[in-house]
């Protein structure tokens, strides 16, 4: 099987994903963004691995899965910590980092 279409979705939820991230202000929909964008690029790398026929695409879409979910306790972490504080949840109120 050829494939394109599996490409043509990657990029497509890369682009949505990329959009996301430079649109939307909320840090919970960012890290959203952020996790589609990291699927597209597993998807595209699985795509890969199967149409040469070796595995070292899929065990490197294990290692970003894993990379993914650290990012995503790190950032939730980060996000229920502002929370707690009653810190503004956006981004842009965000720029500086205080002590």
């Keep these: 099987m050829d494939i394109t279409w599996y490409l043509v979705l ?3 939820l890369f682009a949505v994903g990329a959009g996301g991230v430079l649109v939307r202000r909320s840090p919970l929909v960012i890290l959203l963004c952020l996790e589609l964008m990291l699927n597209a690029g597993n998807l595209a790398l699985v795509a890969f691995a199967r149409s040469s026929g070796n595995e070292e695409g899929q065990v ?3 290692v970003v899965m894993v990379v993914a979910a650290c990012e995503v306790v790190i950032g939730l972490g980060l996000i229920v910590a502002m929370f707690r504080r009653r810190l ?9 980092l205080r002590g």
């Design 10 to 12: 990657s990029a497509l």
């Design 88 to 96: 503004a949840l956006d981004v842009d109120e965000m720029r500086e």
């Design 60 to 62: 490197f879409a294990l």
